[in-house]
C-alpha cells in the first residue's frame, strides 16, 4: 500500500503579492478620480461656478473613453494567481472592451442631457459624483473575472443609481420611484450573494475560470448546493436585467427618476446585468449549460413577451407617458437580448458576440429617443405620448430624428442597423435549435410594430388645436448634440452596419 499524499503546500504570501497594470484599469480608475475630484470641488466651488462640475464630468468621461484606445488589441489581465496565471480578477478583453465602450458612451450622453439641469431641479456637485460613481462601477464589471469582484462591481455601479433617481427635489414621484428600485435590487443583491457563497462553498474558489473547471468535478454530496448557488446566482442577475417576472420595478422607476437617470438606466443599468449574466453563465457555469440554457430561453420569451404587451396598452391612450412607452419597450428589448446568452448554452460560435452589437445598437438609439423625449419635457412636462402629435411642425429634425429612433427600434429601414441587429439575434436562435424561440421572436416584433409605428406617425400629424404641437423653443445647445450625435451614429451604422457586427464578432470568449 502507497502512503498517502501529503496535500500541497499553500503559497507563500510573497507569491501572492500582484503587480498592478495601470493601462489595463485604467478607464474606470479614470472615472473613478474624475468622481472624487467633482465631489471635492463641490465643496470650495461657489453656486456661480458649479455648472465647472458638469464640464470636469464631460472630460473625465471622455478621458475614460480615449483610455480604452491603448487597450484595443485585448489581450490586458492583472491580479493574477501566480500558480493559475489564467485565473485573473481582471482581464481587458474585446468583450470587456465593447461593454465599456457602451458605459462611457451611454453615461457621457446621459451627462450631456442633465447639463441644463443641474442646479436647477437636481443637485450639481450630488449628481455628478453618483453618475461618474456609477459609471465606473458599471465599467469596472465586464472586467471583473472573479464572484468577488463582480458583485462589488455591480454594487458600486447599483448603489449611486438609487440615489439618482431620488434625486428631484421635492418630488414625491422621484422618492418612490427610488425607494421601487431600492427594494428590487436589494432583494437581487441578496439573492445573488447567497448563490455566490453556495458556489464557493462548493468549489473553494472565487475566480471564474476556476469555478468552472472544479464544477465539473464536484463531489456527489456537493453536487445540490453547487446546483442551488448557481440557479440562485442566476435570479439574482435576472432581476438586475430586468427579466420576467422580476421586471415591474421598471416602469415606475423610469418615470419617477429624473429623464437623464431614466434613459441611463435604460442602457447602461442593463447592460451591467447582461454582463454580469454572460459573465456567470458562459464562464463560470458552462458545466450547467444544460440547465440555464433553457432557462434563459424561457425568460427571454416572458420578458419579450411581458414587455410588449404592456407597451401596446400604452400606445392607443395618447394621455399615457411616453417614458412609460419606454420604459417598456426596454424591457421587450431585454428578452431579445437574452435570445443569444441563452442560446450561448449549445455548441457554436458567434452567440454573446450577436449580444453585444444587440446591446451596442439598442444604447445608440434608445439613448437618441430618450434625448428627444428630454427636448419635449422642457415645454411639455407631463411627456405624454399626444404630446408628440404635431412635433414635425415646430421641430422638424427632432421628429425626423425620433422618428428614425423609432424605426431602428422597430427594425425598419431605414432603421437598417436596427434590422439586421434583430437578425443576427434570429440568427443565433435558430443556429443553436431554440425554433420556438425564434418563432416567438418574430411574434414579438410584429407586435412591437404596432406601437412603434403609431408613435412615428403621430410625430407628423397635425395638431388637433391650435398650440397642441410642442413650442419651437430652441434647444439647448447639449441637448441638441445629444440628439445629432445619436443620429449621425445611427445613420452612419445603418450605412455600414457591419463595423458594429465585426466589433461584436470579436468580443468571443
Not at 450573494?193 to 453556495?198: I, N, Q, T
Not at 431579445?336 to 448554452?345: G, M, T, W
Request: net charge positive.
Amino acid at each position: 500500500m502507497t502512503a498517502p499524499t501529503a496535500p500541497a503546500a499553500a503559497p507563500a504570501h510573497g507569491d501572492l503579492v500582484q503587480s498592478v497594470d495601470w493601462g489595463a484599469v485604467a478607464p474606470p480608475t479614470v472615472a473613478a478620480v474624475a468622481a472624487l475630484a467633482v465631489l471635492v470641488a463641490d465643496l470650495f466651488l461657489p453656486r456661480a461656478r458649479k455648472p465647472l462640475l458638469a464640464w470636469t464630468s464631460l472630460a473625465g468621461l471622455a478621458a475614460a473613453l480615449l483610455a480604452l484606445v491603448p487597450l484595443r488589441s485585448g489581450d490586458r489581465s492583472t491580479f493574477c494567481l501566480t500558480g493559475a496565471p489564467g485565473a485573473c480578477s481582471y482581464t481587458a478583453d474585446h468583450f470587456t472592451l465593447a461593454v465599456q465602450l457602451l458605459v462611457f458612451g451611454g453615461a457621457l450622453l446621459t451627462a450631456l442631457l442633465s447639463v441644463a439641469d443641474t442646479g436647477e431641479e437636481l443637485p450639481a456637485g450630488e449628481f455628478w459624483f453618483l453618475l461618474l460613481s456609477s459609471a465606473a462601477g458599471a465599467a469596472l464589471l465586464p472586467a471583473a473575472r472573479d464572484l468577488a469582484t463582480l458583485v462589488v462591481a455591480l454594487e458600486v455601479a447599483s448603489l449611486p443609481a438609487f440615489a439618482l433617481v431620488g434625486l428631484k427635489r421635492g418630488d414625491r414621484m422621484s422618492g418612490e420611484a427610488a425607494l421601487k428600485f431600492f427594494l428590487s435590487s436589494v432583494t437581487a443583491t441578496a439573492v445573488t450573494l447567497l448563490g455566490v457563497s453556495l458556489v464557493y462553498a462548493s468549489t473553494g474558489t472565487l475566480h471564474l475560470t476556476e469555478v468552472a473547471r472544479l464544477l465539473d468535478d464536484v463531489p456527489a454530496q456537493l453536487g445540490t448546493l453547487a446546483a442551488a448557488g448557481v440557479a440562485l446566482t442566476l435570479v439574482g442577475f435576472a432581476f438586475k436585467t430586468a427579466a420576467a417576472p422580476f421586471h415591474f420595478w421598471v416602469p415606475d422607476t423610469y418615470v419617477g427618476a429624473p429623464l437623464p437617470v431614466a434613459a441611463y438606466l435604460s442602457v447602461v443599468g442593463k447592460a451591467v446585468g447582461f454582463t454580469g449574466l454572460v459573465l456567470v453563465t458562459v464562464v463560470a457555469f458552462p458545466p450547467y449549460a444544460d440547465v440555464w440554457g433553457p432557462a434563459l430561453a424561457v425568460l427571454a420569451a416572458l420578458t419579450m413577451t411581458a414587455g410588449n404587451v404592456a407597451a401596446l396598452r400604452q400606445a392607443p391612450t395618447r394621455a399615457r407617458s411616453a417614458v412609460r412607452l419606454l420604459a417598456w419597450s426596454s424591457v421587450g428589448q431585454a428578452g431579445y437580448l437574452l435570445v443569444p446568452i441563452a442560446a450561448a448554452a449549445h455548441p457554436g460560435d458567434g452567440r454573446i458576440g450577436a449580444t453585444v452589437a444587440y446591446a451596442l445598437v439598442y444604447a445608440v438609439v434608445n439613448l437618441g429617443a430618450f434625448a428627444v423625449a428630454a427636448l419635449v419635457a422642457r415645454t411639455r412636462p407631463a411627456n405624454r405620448i399626444a404630446d408628440y402629435r404635431g412635433l414635425y411642425a415646430t421641430r422638424p429634425a427632432a421628429a425626423l430624428a425620433l422618428g428614425f429612433f423609432l424605426l431602428c427600434l422597430a427594425g425598419l429601414p431605414p432603421g437598417v442597423i436596427g434590422l439586421f441587429a434583430k437578425v443576427v439575434v434570429f440568427s443565433a436562435a435558430v443556429d443553436a435549435g431554440l425554433g420556438w424561440l425564434a418563432a416567438v421572436m418574430g411574434v414579438n416584433v410584429v407586435v412591437a410594430l404596432y406601437y412603434y409605428l403609431r408613435w412615428t406617425a403621430l410625430l407628423f400629424r397635425a395638431p388637433d388645436a391650435p398650440g397642441e404641437a410642442p413650442a419651437g423653443r430652441r434647444a439647448p445647445a447639449p441637448v441638441a448634440v445629444a440628439i445629432a450625435l445619436t443620429a449621425s451614429v445611427g445613420v452612419l451604422l445603418s450605412g455600414y452596419p457591419q463595423w458594429v457586427l465585426r466589433f461584436a464578432a470579436a468580443t468571443l470568449f
